[in-house]
């Protein structure tokens, strides 16, 4: 059982006691706001935007461990196709064949259970890849 998982089930663990957190007097004033702005009570805004960043929490874990899975090559493809490079550009920079760039990508797209390069752009969108466009040259 991974950390999101416990969260969870603890969060929401029938027969147990309210949680009661303490926050800011901002983040407070902001719940309220939010839940007038919504018409949602604060309590349940509470605990729908901690599961929702719970969720994202436990999908960026689960990203990373599939990067970690790429080899270092498929890396460097993916890096570059995320920048917006065509798989030729990649071939070029990488000094492969554009077959092999496509054999990297789609191995990378099968790790990411993704179908196109667009899919694991978007997927792959909050991740800076900007190291990645100057390699260190050695």
Not at 24 to 50: F, K, N, W
Request: some cysteine.
């Amino acid at each position: 059982m991974n950390l999101w998982e416990w969260l969870r089930g603890w969060w929401r663990a029938p027969g147990k006691q309210a949680r009661t957190f303490e926050v800011s007097q901002r983040t407070e004033d902001l719940l309220r706001l939010l839940a007038q702005q919504t018409g949602v009570p604060e309590s349940q805004l509470a605990e729908q935007l901690i599961d929702t960043a719970l969720q994202t929490m436990h999908l960026r874990e689960d990203l990373w461990r599939r990067w970690l899975l790429l080899t270092p090559r498929e890396q460097q493809a993916v890096a570059l196709a995320c920048l917006g490079y065509t798989n030729r550009q990649i071939a070029q920079r990488m000094g492969i064949s554009p077959e092999t760039v496509k054999t990297h990508l789609r191995n990378a797209l099968a790790h990411f259970e993704v179908h196109s390069k667009s899919e694991l752009r978007r997927l792959l969108a909050e991740w800076d890849f900007s190291s990645w466009e100057n390699p260190p040259t050695g």
